[in-house]
């Protein structure tokens, strides 16, 4: 059984507090700060137990390229929009965005 509006905008507290925010974290994650994650993640395999200590330069690189997007307005309506696509489209077909590809 579907529900809600595949044309309806408006957003529940959830949407904007929770899961268009994990779109953001996602999408800067996986897209956009890239190399930094890589990086990142290259020095922790190499460090084991101390990469708290040994990885400080690359953990606050990323931070900071993640913190850059998440206060970027632009990127945050692109990531509402895509999500209300998303959410329009699942609520026309019922078919998860993760089935659609």
């Given at each position: 059984m579907l529900t809600g509006d595949p044309e309806d905008r408006s957003l529940r507290n959830i949407e904007i507090d929770v899961l268009i925010p994990k779109k953001m974290r996602d999408k800067a994650r996986d897209e956009i700060c890239t190399e930094e994650v890589k990086a990142f993640t290259e020095c922790c395999k190499n460090s084991s137990i101390f990469m708290v200590i040994t990885c400080r330069k690359e953990n606050t690189a990323l931070k900071n390229c993640l913190d850059k997007w998440y206060q970027n307005e632009e990127f945050k309506n692109k990531?509402?929009?895509?999500?209300?696509?998303?959410?329009?489209?699942?609520r026309r077909t019922g078919i998860p965005r993760k089935h659609n590809k």
């Open positions: 990531c509402k929009e895509e999500y209300l696509d998303e959410r329009s489209e699942f």
